[in-house]
């Protein structure tokens, strides 16, 4: 790669600004929740202020203003964030994502109900689904638009710019493939560490595509797959985690007429 000259480097550091943002959004957000972590199934979580949507929807904005910008004026190879030579193969790119999403989810699935576990991660996605919806109304649009960005921009951001861009730049993809994880996990942290194994996972998967001859088009397609699938889950999600909220207030009550 060439030297970066002054509005490259500018514009390299506002993505690392922006990586950070994220970062600190999510971890700020998961420490005002910590106090329900030990009652998780008997109280829901309050619902985040509105800070967080502010800045979930204008980091997205801000990195779409940024990446056009930097295309017209350094005129980057896309090649250096993964965007591989494909031609007219990209829809395959995208598809082979999606079922590579629906691949990795199915055998999620099988993992946790082996476990035993498959309950509590519903009701833990539940919770962190809702915990993100913001209190006023009127900011609902802000949250939907930033939802529909995200598979995009993050994908972009983590792994394009992140993972592929710097790891390349420096010759060290491990030690950036590592680094793009932390990140990534930070800025889900508000999720809850349950949610965040299943991202680890999702994170991997979306490497190996990142890294393979359809790039980060495949990515995408896996992402956006990512992101919609778990809308159409809410409802079970909820009744999973009123009847298992049911059934731990129902095994608490003998305990506390013990103890009286």
Not at 6 to 21: K, R
Not at 30 to 48: C, F, G, H, I, Q
Not at 99 to 117: N, P, Q, T
Request: glycine share 6%; aromatic share 16%; hydrophobic share 50%.
């Amino acid at each position: 790669m060439n030297d970066f000259s002054f509005t490259e480097t500018l514009l390299v550091a506002s993505f690392v600004f922006l990586i950070v943002g994220a970062m600190w959004n999510g971890v700020a957000t998961a420490w005002k929740m910590r106090d329900n972590s030990d009652d998780w199934l008997l109280k829901l979580p309050s619902r985040t202020s509105n800070q967080f949507v502010d800045g979930l929807f204008s980091g997205q904005w801000l990195l779409v203003a940024l990446s056009g910008y930097y295309v017209v004026v350094a005129q980057p190879d896309p090649r250096d964030f993964g965007f591989q030579p494909l031609g007219y193969y990209w829809p395959l790119a995208f598809i082979a994502g999606c079922l590579s999403y629906a691949i990795f989810v199915a055998i999620f699935e099988w993992i946790i109900r082996r476990l035993g576990a498959s309950d509590e991660m519903t009701a833990a996605a539940y919770i962190g689904a809702r915990s993100i919806w913001p209190r006023d109304k009127d900011k609902v649009w802000r949250l939907r638009v930033a939802l529909a960005l995200n598979p995009f921009t993050e994908e972009l951001l983590y792994r394009g710019f992140l993972v592929y861009f710097l790891g390349n730049l420096f010759d060290a993809r491990l030690s950036f493939v590592a680094l793009g994880l932390i990140a990534c996990l930070a800025a889900h942290a508000y999720q809850g560490t349950r949610i965040l194994w299943f991202h680890a996972g999702f994170y991997c998967l979306n490497i190996v595509l990142l890294f393979s001859p359809f790039g980060i088009v495949a990515a995408f397609g896996a992402h956006l797959i990512g992101d919609f699938y778990p809308l159409t889950l809410i409802r079970r999600q909820r009744d999973t985690y009123r009847a298992m909220r049911r059934k731990r207030r129902a095994l608490q009550k003998p305990r506390s007429e013990d103890t009286a």
